[in-house]
């Protein structure tokens, strides 16, 4: 027998059929990235059920130096669950490990396997009383695994941080099928350090997580969306500080969006309308919120906050929404702009993130640099201003082929863009991860220290390569290959 078919039947035996496929068709929606950027091959997909089960295929694929590819719900921006071309590498999909395993209100903690789909722990908790405060536009599928190995971020991370900030514990499989029991939730942990962590961002690289135990908030007792319209990226940053300064505890989303992406969004999304009548070459979508029954009417307070704002001339208009269905709607049409900015014609995507107060002038300053350097271009940055994070895209001039292009332009203009973000102190990957869509930025613009101590985590951890080769660990100078 080959030794490839010994191994895909070891591995057939300890998961069973109903885990198991090795035909192209059934895993075909499973090859190619979200965004369509990358499409690899697999000699099989594997689906554990359990930790064990997964244990033991890390066990057999380390043995026999078989890459990994660990993926969730396939929902990433950068192509950090994609196998390679090479056909050589198996598929390991964690959807079938969906569980709960508890829900401790009283603690505010959940663990979860790592096949739990976002909007599925969001509506378990609610049922207990408690919410998970993290989302995002593709929570529909986004699964726990994912969310935790990409360090996600989406919009609340304003008042209740990243993954990272989330994780109070992570069960994982080492690539010899050892497995990392760090689940406990514990408040004090001085025995060096914080493994966990290593798991957070670290893209399949190291090991599978496979459950995770997360912190959880109370449920809100209500909530007002506000959408407001500002003249400029300095405006929409003063009226932060503003909201900031006066409901720090309260204020939970505070998103900028620029006329051009809500004009894309009221043209290819049925169903949504502009809040407000007029132009204005700025938006700025507002969340205040309460959790505690004696906290402040969050109605009234953002009233007065816009009001007040008015008054300074903070704002040029405003508008509170007046039912639950119009805040969703509101929303809607930030959860929407990814979607109609892709049916709006090609545009390189970029996930960055600058320090807080620089982000208005990185704004003003990166997107002329831009514009005027590739004619016909136009830059639409947009989100969480109130944490320094924007997606920073440049549109294609009208009329270009797409593929031709992003061929032609993409290695030059995404270069200029991360050196400019390096120039301002920020990040070339906010939230997003590295995957192989970034790998090669990464070693360009990182340091020797950095490239250093992730290279050594890396060979320190997985020795032979197996887990997610190709993704996030920039290559060492004279290295070839995954």
């Keep these: ?49 359990s930790t064990q089960e997964t244990a033991e295929i890390l066990r ?35 959807r079938r490990m969906n569980r709960i395993r508890a829900i401790e209100p009283e603690d505010q903690l959940v663990v979860c396997e790592a096949g739990v789909i976002l909007q599925n722990l969001h509506e378990a ?69 914080d493994l966990k962590q290593l798991f957070v961002g670290g893209e399949g690289t190291l090991g599978v997580v496979t459950a995770a135990t ?63 009548e007029g132009k204005h070459r700025w938006h700025v979508l507002i969340e205040i919120v309460r959790d505690q029954p004696d906290a402040q009417d969050p109605r009234s307070v953002t009233e007065n906050l816009l009001a007040d704002a008015m008054e300074r001339d903070l704002i040029e208009d405003a508008t509170l929404a007046t039912s639950e269905q119009q805040a969703e709607d509101f929303w809607k049409i930030r959860d929407s702009i990814a979607e109609a900015e892709r049916a709006n014609g090609p545009a390189l995507q970029h996930d960055i993130s600058v320090p807080v107060p620089g982000m208005a002038r990185f704004i003003n300053e990166a997107s002329p640099v831009i514009e005027a ?12 201003m109130g944490d320094g994070n924007v997606h920073f895209h440049v549109k294609a001039p009208t009329g270009v082929q797409a593929q031709e292009w ?31 869509n970034k790998r090669a930025e990464l070693g360009r613009l990182s340091s020797d220290a950095r490239l250093s101590m992730l290279r050594a985590i890396k060979t320190a951890i997985d020795p032979k390569n197996i887990m997610n080769p190709g993704k996030l660990v920039p290559l060492a100078s004279g290295q070839s290959g995954s």
């Design 1 to 49: 027998m080959p030794k490839i078919a010994k191994w895909l039947e070891q591995m057939r035996s300890v998961i069973g059929t109903k885990g198991f496929t090795s035909a192209g068709d059934d895993m075909a929606p499973w090859l190619t990235d979200w965004r369509g950027r990358y499409t690899g091959a697999a000699v099989a997909m594997i689906s554990p059920a």
């Design 60 to 94: 057999i694929a380390n043995e026999n130096g078989v890459a990994i590819v660990p993926q969730g719900g396939n929902s990433g921006m950068v192509g950090g669950a994609t196998p390679d071309i090479s056909g050589q590498s198996v598929l390991l999909s964690l």
């Design 125 to 193: 908790l609610a049922a207990d009383g408690q919410r998970f405060p993290l989302t995002l536009g593709g929570k529909g599928s986004a699964t726990v695994g994912g969310l935790v190995s990409t360090n996600a971020g989406g919009t609340q991370v304003l008042r209740h941080g990243t993954m990272r900030s989330l994780v109070a514990g992570i069960e994982a499989v080492l690539p010899d099928g050892s497995i990392f029991e760090g689940l406990a939730a514990l408040k004090k942990d001085n025995r060096g350090y």
């Design 214 to 276: 997360l912190k959880t908030v109370p449920a809100l007792v209500d909530r007002c969306v506000s959408w407001a319209a500002v003249d400029s990226t300095d405006a929409a940053y003063q009226l932060f500080r503003y909201l900031n300064s006066r409901t720090p505890q309260s204020l939970e989303g505070f998103e900028i969006i620029p006329e051009t992406c809500l004009n894309s969004v009221l043209r290819y999304i049925p169903g949504t309308r502009s809040p407000l």
């Design 373 to 384: 350097r590739f004619p016909g271009t136009k830059v639409a940055a947009f989100g969480h």
């Design 406 to 436: 992003m061929r032609d332009f993409g290695k030059q203009i995404t270069p200029l863009v991360h050196d400019l973000v390096i120039a301002a102190g920020g990040s070339i990957s906010a939230e997003h991860g590295i995957g192989q």
